[in-house]
């Protein structure tokens, strides 16, 4: 695959595809470099890869069973004005040769994730593909459908539904399957059914049990933070090009639009658990600690078809995505895929999964779910092997790659996660933040740091002269690192700005995984921004009224600011009118402790609420409580009001 570059990035105003997020970037001309002959001849030693020898196989897999698509594939958001998916601005994808500026490894699994619409993966079975960073699977059933993970935004998911209808004409949804609680296996649920069919009883939901628990911890405790480092990952402040964003490697990119929640109806407790839907015969799998706390892989004995959720996609996963998140146990995802290898393995003649395309054959749903077992147990294994030999987190991170045996299979391949991070993840797993050096038990502040340091290098001059001579050399990590330095010291040092974002920028030409290109290439993106990011908080209402009350407690418990909290000691009855709950709080020592169905004759003030008003305290506590009444001082009310926190979801990442 020969290389090659150019492109033109026009004026724009650029909207992060993430749920109910917008981020308003202005650029008055495009600031971005070429790649340098050094990350040309890095990206051409990719073309050395062993797996270019096996190229042809995935592209006859992506297009089986197609049957047709929207052309042209651009899906309008249902806020007035954007688009939720526009395929058609990766069309760049479609040059046969590829680009200096994007490593041809990404390149090819960009060309792979670009190829869209409804596939019958075997008879019964069908997915829509490339309208969504995740695939919606279909499997009809007697009289209807069963759909499996509804996809990102509302939007995304009824455009794919739409499609289904059209071409193999309307049938009703029988159930909805969510494989587990990450945003985009969910939130487009309303695209697809209603609440009123589920409280009917006409449609079913199923999740594996603890799927809300999960679904709120991990998307709404620390929810802003994600949202914020999200856009480096998923690059939604990127154009759409050849110097911008290629692909996520699970996908294209994440959409615009609407998020929705329904709760589920049966839960799957554990494997080997049997249902059957209008017809469909499934067997789940449940998976704890893999690719999320819980999931579920489905067995379809009729069909030979084993979906694996996320459990198993066409790139090494993230052991800890770098949004954020639980760390992931390498461990026990290797022994869920040998489960499952063992239950199904034998049987199995497709694997599909809620992203990228199936794989057909017996022979290779084994070699898949073998390859991809040893290829966590790897990580985990040797990680603990250098662990144990005294070796650092950072260490082993550039001591660790795969066998030879393993790096011939595309799907070991780091599109979206990397062997670096998932060493990282793993240290972590096992030892924590702690290298045992006892000057990082307690690290200067970041700021604090880098003003000492770049006073002992010289000054900040001194210093940008040898990060010219270093970038010249092709330096880039080295480059980056001692200029963010300059720019913690000083952020309105536009050499030490630009410095470092010219080499982030060429980190990210040179990138295998799809969210390292698209971090990179924001961090580099805002340190050349004059404006602030702005941004719209992601956690939606839908999101937030599915939660218990103990899950809003302790949400407003998050938001209590300690400083403005300090001295404060009350008690508060909280009664939530319509649904009947109740709760003792009692804020001392800047905590917030509560205990649900308690009363205290003594508390200071008795507050009565419908349970809207306790989800909007929750969202968003600057809108002030409607509908309540007080019984009581009301002052401690208003003054407990006041000491909750507004989250910014545009804090600094690239700057101080």
């Known amino acids: 695959m020969k290389l090659c570059s150019k492109a033109v990035f026009a004026a724009a105003i650029l909207l992060i595809a993430f749920s109910e997020i917008s981020v308003i970037y202005a650029e008055s001309a495009d600031t971005r470099n070429d790649a340098t002959e050094y990350t040309i001849a890095a990206n051409l030693l990719a073309n050395n890869s062993p797996a270019w020898s096996n190229n042809q196989e995935d592209f006859d897999f992506a297009n089986r069973g197609f049957i047709a698509t929207d052309s042209p594939l651009i899906i309008p958001s249902l806020y007035p004005g954007f688009t939720s998916w526009n395929m058609e601005e990766f069309s760049f994808l479609d040059n046969a040769t590829c680009p200096d500026t994007i490593n041809p490894l990404l390149y ?143 996908g294209k990119r994440t959409p615009f639009g609407s998020a929705s929640l329904i709760a589920p109806t049966i839960d799957i407790t554990e494997t080997g658990q049997n249902l059957t839907i209008d017809g469909v015969d499934m067997q789940f799998h449940y998976c704890t600690n893999t690719e999320a706390p819980v999931e579920i892989d489905i067995w379809f004995p009729d069909h030979k078809a084993l979906f694996m959720a996320e459990n198993c996609v066409a790139t090494l996963h993230n052991i800890l995505t770098l949004r954020g998140a639980q760390i992931r146990d390498p461990l026990s995802w290797a022994e869920c895929l040998d489960e499952a290898r063992r239950l199904y393995g034998d049987q199995a003649e497709v694997v599909f999964t809620a992203h990228n395309w199936p794989r057909y054959g017996n022979d290779k749903v084994i070699e898949l779910l073998e390859n991809q077992r040893d290829m966590y147990k790897y990580i985990n294994d040797q990680t603990l092997n250098l662990i144990n030999k005294g070796y650092t987190m950072d260490e082993i991170a550039n001591m660790i790659v795969l066998p030879q045996s393993l790096q011939k299979y595309w799907y070991t391949h780091g599109f979206y996660g990397q062997i670096y991070m998932g060493v990282k993840a793993t240290y972590q797993k096992y030892l924590g933040f702690y290298d045992a050096n006892p000057i990082n038990l307690k690290r200067l502040p970041p700021e604090e740091f880098a003003r000492n340091i770049t006073e002992y290098m010289g000054g900040a001059d001194a210093v940008l002269e040898r990060l010219a001579r270093d970038y010249d050399a092709g330096n880039y990590q080295l480059v980056a690192t001692i200029a963010n330095y300059l720019v913690f010291a000083d952020p309105d040092n536009i050499k030490a700005r630009e410095m470092e974002a010219a080499a982030l920028e060429q980190l990210g030409y040179q990138a295998e995984s799809g969210p390292a290109r698209n971090a990179y290439l924001v961090g580099a993106m805002e340190l050349r921004s004059k404006e602030p990011v702005q941004a719209m908080n992601m956690i939606s209402a839908d999101v937030i009224s599915a939660m218990s009350i103990n899950q809003l407690l302790d949400y407003i418990a998050v938001r ?97």
Do not use: C
Request: aromatic share 8%; charged share 20%.
């Open 108 to 250: 090819r699994h960009a060309k792979l994730n670009k190829i869209n619409g409804l596939f019958e993966v075997v008879a019964g079975i069908y997915q829509v593909r490339g309208y969504d960073l995740t695939s919606m699977s279909l499997i009809k059933s007697d009289t209807g459908w069963i759909i499996i993970d509804p996809m990102m935004t509302v939007e995304t998911a009824r455009a794919a539904m739409d499609l289904v209808n059209r071409t193999l004409g309307y049938y009703p949804v029988k159930a909805v399957i969510y494989s587990h609680p990450h945003v985009d296996h969910y939130q487009g649920v309303k695209g697809v059914i209603t609440e009123k069919q589920v409280a009917s009883g006409e449609v079913e939901v199923i999740a594996p049990a603890g799927f809300m628990d999960h679904a709120i911890s991990e998307n709404v405790y620390a929810g802003t933070a994600m949202q914020r480092r999200g856009m480096y990952m998923y690059g939604g402040l990127l154009p759409h090009d050849e110097k911008g964003l290629v692909d996520n490697g699970l």
């Open 560 to 656: 209590l600011n300690s400083q403005k909290a300090d001295g404060e000691d009350f008690r508060m009855n909280m009664i939530i009118n319509d649904t009947g709950e109740s709760a003792l709080i009692q804020v001392n020592n800047s905590v917030l402790v509560y205990w649900i169905d308690e009363h205290s004759d003594e508390a200071a003030l008795t507050v009565h609420m419908p349970r809207k008003t306790l989800e909007q305290l929750a969202l968003d506590p600057s809108v002030p409580p409607a509908n309540v009444t007080i019984e009581g001082d009301a002052s401690v009310f208003e003054g407990f009001v006041g000491v909750l926190d507004l989250f910014d979801p545009s804090f600094n990442i690239i700057l101080p």
